[in-house]
């Protein structure tokens, strides 16, 4: 089945600096990849998705690429802020009727201002 | 518009006790429906899904169990509680329209169990 690694686990920037979360796949037949943020005590939430006949997504501040060759996919925060703090999480779809997302385990982002 | 209801939100329980946490979905029809669990440094792990009323499918072999006695209903429950069931659940929907899958998944609140 399919498996999602996530990288980093943890990551600090300061304030209006970049900020890149990278994740991997097994199962070379996913083409969904959304992204979701995740505020303390609450359910995680689609900040941006990309389809694997896409190369790149981008959305004011948040941009996604997509290289499925390699089978990873990253997300870019431009100009972080302190409300970008919150835990991020990578998913692939399978591509298979009734089947669900497959996450990676999260990264937590701080920014400092 | 959709919206989901999970509860109850906090929950603490003692070992051994049975579990039962609920989800309803609103505003939309035979939603594919989900149960996930996050526990520290483990992510989302996907414990359950289902496609329709009565049809379940189990991803993580344990002491829970899924049912969809309703369209728009999705029921965890156990039996008997372990310390290992300690963690955020996270009961989510999705649309498939039968020809194209949408994929997005919405989310509901979450409901921390914490098991003594």
């Known amino acids: 089945g399919e498996n999602v690694e996530q990288h980093p686990s943890t990551l600090s920037v300061q304030e209006g600096d970049s900020a890149v979360i990278k994740c991997t796949y097994s199962d070379s037949a996913s083409n969904y990849f959304p992204w979701y943020k995740q505020e303390l005590g609450k359910g995680p939430q689609l900040i941006i998705d990309?389809?694997?006949?896409?190369g790149e997504k981008k959305d004011q501040r948040i941009a996604v690429t997509l290289n499925k060759t390699a089978k990873h996919f990253s997300l870019h925060i431009t100009e972080t802020q302190p409300e970008d703090s919150a835990v991020y999480f990578c998913?692939?779809?399978?591509?298979?009727?009734?089947?669900?997302?497959?996450f990676g385990k999260g990264t937590t982002l701080s920014v400092s201002s | 518009s959709q919206t989901i209801h999970q509860w109850p939100a906090t929950l603490v329980q003692p070992v051994g006790s049975p579990l039962s946490l609920e989800c309803t979905v609103e505003g939309t029809s035979n939603p594919n429906l989900y149960w996930y669990r996050q526990a520290a440094g483990r992510g989302l792990q996907l414990l359950f899904y289902s496609v329709g009323i009565g049809q379940i499918s189990s991803e993580v072999p344990q002491n829970l169990s899924a049912s969809r006695p309703q369209d728009r209903q999705f029921i965890l429950s156990s039996k008997k509680l372990l310390l290992s069931d300690s963690g955020f659940y996270l009961c989510a929907w999705s649309l498939y329209t039968g020809v194209k899958y949408t994929g997005e998944l919405f989310f509901g609140e979450g409901s921390r169990l914490t098991v003594l």
């Open positions: 998913a692939a779809n399978p591509n298979q009727a009734g089947t669900a997302l497959i």
């Open positions: 990309i389809r694997s006949n896409v």
